[in-house]
């Protein structure tokens, strides 16, 4: 494991400590108290609102319901849900909202989801050597967490929350998710790389007609590719090579594993590199994260752009990887510029400052629930989003 701090908790009359593991980055908790089934939710609640952590002793499939039940109590408290809230907490809420303006609304949001993760990572579950938890009615997690942490190691403590992200992720990968534009294949998203469930992207790449330079032939760039579903995507297109780039191990493993159930493997090159790989391109495809703010977890970093960065690097360097006749394919939403954190003058502005043009544009609205789901507190915005697809030439 890459984190070696330790997390330390007093246990029949001794000072008991293990490594602490947290994907998220998170630090290890300084208070801890040991905890099982006596443990009411009412009394969980108050220790973890005072900062202190419980290390779970009890039945694993009671910690399941502890850790709902700390949920339950944090909607409450925030207005959404139960009989405090109900309609009129969510009105009253909705109306807060639209006062503090769309980009306050946002921070406020990004705030409430902070502090939620925080509490409710702090119920804390032990692992012991070989991936095994000592605790009644435990799963079996060995290969969810080999996937992740690699083969296995000695004993340490991890936050329920983050271990059952780790299952998830593990039935999502084995499972796998269907796509449309795929022809019905399936990719399988790897822990910490973002799956490809907003389809629509997918539709506006598969639909768009290909540079000439590439169409019979040619080579395209691939840039962030993640899972490789663009790569894939392209490859099925006929594009004859396709060079994909990503700076995340995990993620290039993702890409290659699904390449190889695709059998597309030998059309698709992949690369370690930040944007750009060497030479030149007839189509350079980029999904950046959509919205600039800090991300606070791995897989927060395939939404979240701290100040844009890798869309002014793709813009930027654009021209420069560009064969005459050549085109750069911006998939993206403006969400943003409707949350008020970029204004699409700002965009336009960065592609004109990199010496290119929109050759055409291409839009598509959201099909993901939260985009229908008036009690999201984003929902004017989203209610209002476009992904786009930009097609940009040289000038």
Known sequence: MNDVSLISWLEAGQTLSAPWQSEAGLPPPKKVQVADDTLSADA??????????????????????????????LEKKSGKGGKAGGKAGNKAGGQAEAELGPRDAFNRHRLTQSQRAR??????????????????????VAAACAEVFGPARGAFVISLRELLGLISAHEWRKK??????????????????YSPVRGEYLDLVAAAPLPACVAGGGVAFDIGTGTGVLAALLAQRGVAKVVATDMSERALACARENLERLELAGRVELLKADLFPPGKAGLIVCNPPWLPARPRSPIEHAVYDPDSRMLKGFLAGLAAHLEPGGEGWLIISDLAEHLGLRSREELLGWIAAAGLQVLEKHDIRPRHPKASDPDDPLHQARVAEVTSLWRLGLI
């Open 176 to 193: 796998g998710v269907e796509l449309a534009a795929l022809g019905g294949a399936r990719i399988h998203p790897h822990y910490g790389v």
């Open 44 to 73: 969980a609640y108050r220790l973890v609102s005072q900062g202190t952590a419980l290390l779970w002793r009890g039945d694993f499939h009671n910690a399941r319901q502890l850790l709902l039940a700390l949920g339950r109590r």
């Open 119 to 140: 509490l409710l990572g702090m119920l804390l579950i032990p692992v012991q050597s070989g991936y095994r938890i000592p605790l009644r009615r435990a799963p079996e």
